[in-house]
């Protein structure tokens, strides 16, 4: 029995280390702020759960001011699972949603930009309407914005901020996924040594009927 515990320890184990970078886990990645013009840009927005387990509805809501502004307007929203283009004189047809999919527990607001064009250089807001729901029925709302500053380029120079954080998201999945691992090893060797004390205690029963009998 012991050894079979063994292999399904191994199983799991693999299937955990082989499992894609971004399965299973949110990590709050800072967007590019550098467009190319005439190029596709994704507008990074993600905002993670506290507690994973716990139920969300959440709807994103994104603002534009152009670099000749003074105040934000609506851009683009998303709820109930379907996303609408608000700013449709400058980004009709050009904006398409790259957030969370085929959920309303959105934690990924992203959004990608077509065709870049010079007007489009300017300061991007994102707001997350998450409300929490409990198994006791009760209800948390809560707020998280984010921030871009976009600026267009004619050609891409890709700057140090951008590598780093790049960098820092790998480094926490396989951290993360380090962590799962131990806890997994953890489990078992209490699993396997609550097994082996029954056992234990199951033999030393047997032996006391057989001492009581004779």
């Known amino acids: 029995m012991l050894s079979a515990e063994r292999r399904l320890l191994v199983l799991l184990v693999l299937v955990s280390l082989q499992a894609p970078p971004g399965h299973g886990a949110c990590v709050e990645v800072d967007s590019d702020t550098e467009a190319v013009i005439n190029d596709g840009f994704k507008l990074g927005c993600i905002s993670c759960k506290m507690r994973g387990e716990v139920k969300a509805i959440a709807t994103v809501e994104w603002y534009f001011k152009a670099s000749d502004e003074t105040e934000f307007s609506p851009l683009y929203e998303f709820k109930e699972k379907k996303g609408s283009i608000q ?10 949603w790259n957030g969370s999919k085929n959920t309303e527990d959105l934690q990924d607001g992203s959004l990608f930009i077509l065709n870049v064009a010079y007007n489009d250089t300017g300061i991007y807001h994102c707001v997350f309407s998450r409300t929490l729901q409990y198994t006791n029925g009760f209800e948390h709302i809560t707020n998280a914005s984010k921030t871009v500053s976009l600026k267009v380029v004619p050609k891409r120079t ?15 999945i396989i951290g993360l996924q380090f962590w799962l691992l131990v806890e997994m090893i953890y489990c078992y060797r209490k699993i396997a040594a609550a097994g082996e004390e029954a056992l234990r205690e199951s033999a030393s029963r047997r032996n006391s009927r057989r001492f009581s009998v004779k």
């Not at 700013?87 to 398409?96: H, W």
């Not at 890709?158 to 820092?168: D, F, K, N, P």
């Open 87 to 96: 700013d449709t004189l400058r980004f009709n047809g050009r904006l398409v």
């Open 158 to 172: 890709r700057g140090m901020a951008s590598i780093l954080s790049e960098v820092m998201m790998y480094v926490t």
